[in-house]
């Protein structure tokens, strides 16, 4: 089975400073990591993805993630954040070793930056 | 280019009634999947097309939900009988081969309410 956890409904962060937002996971064999932003009434727009090689990630938008196997990790960075920046951001993950070619998705978390 | 595009973006029934959603995906792309969305969750998978097949259903929750590709476009997602609990926005995204790295592309959804 796999799983994608976002431990944190809800983050505030001031206008500037960096942000982040968490993910972690639970696949069996290895994952292929994706981070969504959702506005309102709108849909889901890709900002990055980790498949293989640096564990350093860099997006759209200035965003960034790292992968972190052995904590099963896949955390959304900036280093300063912008009031734009505030939306519903997803996690998602799949394993290729399963068949599967969809996308399985955490709950979301809100992020709201503060001018 | 043009992304994803979904109609109608908001469709009121009443329970029992038949409805019908359209996915326009991104030209040239041959996989297509349909998800969706419940208030407060992030996405659902439902099922994939890889070209004018159903390549896996396995998301749709029962018989009431159907999903056609004829001409390996465009996509209609048909859901008989409508109950109030298939109230939510529906997702569709393409990719370009459906492969395990590429990344899935989102319209703005569909949102259903079925009264």
């Known amino acids: 089975a796999q799983s994608v956890a976002q431990p944190e409904d809800q983050v505030n962060v001031a206008e500037g400073n960096p942000l982040t937002v968490k993910c972690t996971y639970s696949v069996s064999g290895n994952p292929y990591l994706f981070w969504y932003v959702q506005y309102p009434n709108r849909g889901l727009q890709f900002l990055l993805k980790?498949?293989?090689?640096?564990?350093l990630v860099k997006g759209s938008y200035g965003f960034e993630a790292e992968f972190n196997k052995s904590q099963t990790s896949f955390h959304l960075k900036k280093p300063s954040a912008l009031v734009s920046d505030s939306a519903l951001y997803f996690c998602?993950?799949?394993?290729?070793?399963?068949?599967?070619?969809?996308?399985?998705f955490g709950t979301g978390t809100r992020l709201t930056v503060i001018p | 280019g043009a992304g994803v595009s979904q109609t109608p973006s908001n469709k009121v029934t009443e329970k029992g009634k038949y409805v019908e959603l359209r996915c326009d995906p991104i030209s040239g792309h041959t996989a297509l999947y349909w998800y969706r969305q419940s208030l407060g969750q992030g996405p659902e998978f439902l099922i994939y097309?890889?070209?004018?097949?159903?390549?896996?259903d396995s998301g749709l929750p029962n018989d009431r939900f159907f999903a056609v590709r004829p001409e390996g476009s465009v996509s209609t997602l048909k859901i008989q009988r409508t109950e109030r609990g298939d109230s939510a926005v529906y997702l569709c995204?393409?990719?370009?081969?459906?492969?395990?790295?590429?990344?899935?592309?989102f319209g703005p959804g569909t949102r259903l309410t079925v009264l």
């Open positions: 995204a393409s990719s370009l081969t459906g492969g395990s790295t590429d990344t899935q592309y």
């Open positions: 998602a993950v799949r394993t290729p070793q399963t068949g599967a070619n969809n996308l399985f």
């Open positions: 980790y498949i293989t090689g640096d564990n």
């Open positions: 097309f890889q070209g004018t097949g159903a390549a896996d």
